[in-house]
Nanobody, 121 residues
Framework: QVQLMESGGGLVQTGGSLRLSCTAYGSAFSINVMAWHRQAPGKQRDLVARINSSGSTYYADSVKGRFTISRDNTKNTVYLEMSSLKPEDTAVYYC???????????????WGQGTLVTVSS
């Protein structure tokens, strides 16, 4: 069973920066796409950024130029560097990983527990 553990959330002022981390733990798996989603109070969960196993990235328009997603495949870890933060970035941020399980080669999605980012004005 693969588990995702997130860290790095907190309170920051407008214009500040934070770095989120998410590490996948388990055995007999490999990770395909890793992504960050966020959910603000009363709103749906939206994709923020994703990165595939070769390093290709996608960003939501709202975070382009401010957020950077990266991954360390040797550590099964994905990062989200957030800068120029705005109050509207306030949300619970969730890590997501698409995993291939061995020896069955089945693919399963996994989610972290979420980490709260609060940007004060």
């Amino acid at each position: 069973q693969v588990q995702l553990m997130e860290s790095g959330g907190g309170l920051v002022q407008t214009g500040g920066s934070l770095r989120l981390s998410c590490t996948a733990y388990g055995s007999a798996f490999s990770i395909n796409v890793m992504a960050w989603h966020r959910q603000a109070p009363g709103k749906q969960r939206d994709l923020v950024a994703r990165i595939n196993s070769s390093g290709s990235t996608y960003y939501a328009d709202s975070v382009k130029g401010r957020f950077t997603i990266s991954r360390d495949n040797t550590k099964n870890t994905v990062y989200l560097e957030m800068s120029s933060l705005k109050p509207e970035d306030t949300a619970v941020y969730y890590c997501n990983a698409d995993v291939t399980n061995y020896p069955t080669y089945s693919r399963t999605p996994h989610w972290g527990q979420g980490t709260l980012v609060t940007v004060s004005s």
